[in-house]
């Protein structure tokens, strides 16, 4: 019998009751693997920027090509919960949100996530709104990199400490059912974790969050150019491939 299919509604419920794990995937076949090996969350994150594209950064990912890739997981056809990012420049407006929003969905997306807090309030409403399930993103925001000048752990001072706060608690009231905590200082995600009605997922935040979400590509080593330093590889699985690749040249 086939597992039950996981939603949105799904994973808001296992609140405090059981962990979230979740991982990106941006074809067909890691969509397939990562469901059959039991992730209740696959994003199709605008990390494929990088890790597929090899693009400097997230913020040249076009929503034709998080199109492109949403269809590919979405053949899957996974009983996992499949989300997708809104990449840069989608939702300025609410009506342009909802319309991306709807796209990402028309390609096979369940859910769409967005980066930030208060300042995106009012586009988290209008996807919402439009019966859009929503994962809210806040600590660093990868698609604001070049204005803050790279990667920053957020939390640390008390203006940014309480700004989180502030955005965690508008993200819920627009209606997010759970939120993604980027390089956030652990104890200020443990404080968020315990203050909102929604799971937290986090990356580089520490172990008090609900859950957990890695680029899979970090997890399993087929990006070996770069890994983030919170990151502890279980596989190595491109220089493994690379093996391969040198035996079999050698016997041609």
């Given at each position: 019998m086939s597992p039950p299919k996981i939603t949105a509604e799904t994973l808001r419920g296992w609140k405090g009751s059981r962990r979230i794990a979740a991982l990106t995937a941006y074809d067909y076949p890691m969509a397939k693997l990562l469901d059959e090996s039991g992730i209740p969350l696959i994003l199709v994150g605008d990390s494929l920027g990088m890790v597929v594209l090899g693009?400097?950064?997230?913020?040249?990912?076009?929503?034709?090509?998080?199109?492109?890739?949403?269809?590919?997981?979405?053949?899957?056809?996974?009983?996992?919960?499949?989300?997708?990012?809104?990449?840069?420049?989608?939702?300025?407006?609410?009506?342009?949100?909802?319309?991306?929003?709807r796209r990402l969905v028309a390609a096979g997306a369940e859910a769409v996530k967005a980066e930030g807090g208060r300042a995106i309030g009012e586009q988290v409403r209008a996807i919402r709104e439009a019966g859009i399930p929503?994962?809210?993103?806040?600590?660093?925001?990868p698609q604001h990199v070049r204005e803050?000048?790279?990667y920053h752990i957020k939390g640390r001072?008390?203006?940014?400490?309480?700004?989180?706060?502030?955005?965690?608690?508008?993200l819920v009231a627009?209606?997010?059912?759970?939120?993604?905590?980027?390089?956030?200082?652990?104890?200020?995600?443990?404080?968020?974790?315990?203050?909102?009605?929604?799971?937290?997922?986090?990356?580089?935040?520490?172990?008090?969050?609900?859950?957990?979400?890695?680029?899979?590509?970090?997890?399993?080593?087929?990006?070996?150019?770069f890994t983030p330093r919170f990151v502890q590889p279980r596989l190595r699985a491109f220089d493994q491939m690379r093996t391969a690749i040198a035996e079999w040249q050698r016997t041609i």
């Open positions: 693009y400097a950064d997230t913020t040249r990912v076009t929503m034709d090509e998080m199109e492109h890739h949403t269809r590919a997981a979405a053949r899957a056809r996974p009983h996992a919960l499949l989300a997708a990012d809104l990449p840069y420049g989608s939702y300025v407006t609410a009506p342009q949100s909802v319309e991306n929003a929503v994962i809210g993103h806040l600590g660093m925001l803050e000048g790279g001072a008390e203006v940014e400490h309480q700004g989180l706060l502030a955005d965690a608690d508008d627009a209606g997010v059912f759970a939120i993604v905590l980027e390089l956030v200082v652990p104890a200020v995600a443990g404080e968020i974790t315990r203050r909102i009605r929604v799971p937290t997922i986090g990356i580089g935040s520490g172990p008090e969050c609900d859950g957990q979400i890695l680029v899979c590509n970090d997890l399993v080593g087929t990006f070996p150019w």
